[in-house]
C-alpha cells in the first residue's frame, strides 16, 4: 500500500484546509485510515480516523467539532477537513492505513506526511 498525502499549507488561525491522502495497492487488508500528527518535540497524536467500509469516524477531543474526516471509494482517497484552525494545529501531518483506530502501531503503512501551519 501507498499513501500520498497533500494540501498541507500556510494558513492564518480560523481558516480552513483540507487534506488528501490517496491509496494505490492492496487497501482492501486495511479496515481503517487516520491522520495523526506531531509538532516539533512532540509524539505522534492521533487526528481522526475513518472505517473505510462503514464510513464510521472517530476524533481526537481536540478536533472534534473542527475537523472532519471523509473518504472517496472511487479515488481510493481519505480527506481531512480542518476548520477554525488554531496554532496549536500546526504539525506535520501524516495519513495512515491499517487494522486499528487511535495507536499509532495499529497502523501498517504510512504517507510521507504534509505540513501544516497555522499563524497567529
Known sequence: VQLQ???GGLVQAGGSLR???AASGRTFSSNFMGWFRQAPGN???FVAAIS????????AGSVKGRFTISRDHAKNTVYLQMNSLSVED???YYCAAGGGIWQSTQYDYWGQGTQVTVSS
Do not use: P, Q
Open 5 to 7: 498525502a497533500s494540501g
Open 43 to 45: 509524539e505522534r497524536e
Open 90 to 92: 500546526t504539525a506535520v
Open 19 to 21: 487534506l488528501s491522502c
Open 52 to 59: 473505510w467500509d462503514y464510513g464510521t469516524t472517530y476524533y
